[in-house]
């Protein structure tokens, strides 16, 4: 989020009780599988991508910037809802096989989290096809 959406999410979180927030939280949690999927050692990772979802949930803004694109908040929560446990377990694995440190980490999850629902079919197949170009 870019610091003007930033300060509207922070007032617009501010709008919303605690109780609200716990109960947003745990949906998300519910809707990724979050129990079937942290471990002690991926537990921080999963609850960041938590937390950055539920602030795209929660902004007050109308658009959200996400990389160098700026999209209706609506559509960025659509593809948000769609997300589930294979699309973070492919986040948290993509990350821990990077070679270059990432010098926005948070921007480089957003842009993660937006694009996994879309790209995922496609990442496994061209895995699997450079596997078996490989075999042969």
């Not at 609200?20 to 809707?31: A, S």
């Not at 537990?43 to 602030?55: A, D, F, H």
């Not at 990350?95 to 480089?108: A, D, G, H, R, T």
């Amino acid at each position: 989020l870019s610091p003007k959406e930033s300060k509207t999410n922070k007032l617009n979180t501010q709008s919303i009780n605690q109780t609200d927030l716990w109960i947003e939280r745990e949906n998300i949690k519910n809707q990724i599988d979050y129990d079937n999927i942290v471990d002690p050692l991926n537990e921080n990772q999963v609850n960041e991508l938590v937390e950055i979802i539920l602030e795209v949930y929660l902004t007050g803004s109308e658009e959200i910037k996400i990389g160098r694109s700026t999209y209706p908040t609506t559509y960025v929560i659509d593809r948000f809802r769609s997300l589930n446990k294979d699309h973070i377990c492919e986040i948290i694995n993509a990350l821990n096989s990077l070679q270059e440190p990432v010098k926005n980490i948070k921007q480089y999850l957003l842009v993660s989290l937006f694009n996994v629902t879309v790209t995922i079919d496609n990442y496994y197949k061209a895995k699997v096809a450079a596997m078996y170009s490989e075999v042969s």
